[in-house]
């Protein structure tokens, strides 16, 4: 499943270049993911009401283009691959069709700070990520 996301560029987001500092594309990332499960009808709220957390593993920006103040920025966001114990999104970000920004995360599943199998311990979820991997 792809979804998207868009993100007006803040005043406060921008540096005294007036570009949009490269920290803000990690939120926007984030913003995109939240929006991505909320989507799919298990939100973090849930997860973590349901005890299991998702901490980051490993981020990525690649920047291709700026963006600045009250820029849109439309970011594709995806499951990219799933196992049982992380999964990975990608964004593809463009502000009038042209590329700003991909990025990448990935993000495992802890209960008590231990690991834990998503397709075991949310098996919801995970039946829900792999029924919209199969139809992309």
Known sequence: ????????????ECDRMGITHHSNYVRIM???RVDYLDKLGYGFDK???DGVVSPVVSVECKYKSPTTFKDVIEVEVFISHLSEMKFDFT???RKDGKLVCEGHSVHCFTEHNRPVQIAKRL?????????QISQS
Request: hydrophobic share 35%.
């Open 123 to 131: 098996p919801e979820l995970y039946e829900k990520i792999i029924s």
């Open 30 to 32: 984030e913003e995109a």
């Open 47 to 49: 997860i973590e009401a």
């Open 91 to 93: 964004y593809i970000m």
């Open 1 to 12: 499943m792809h979804t998207f996301y868009k993100h007006e560029v803040k005043y406060y």
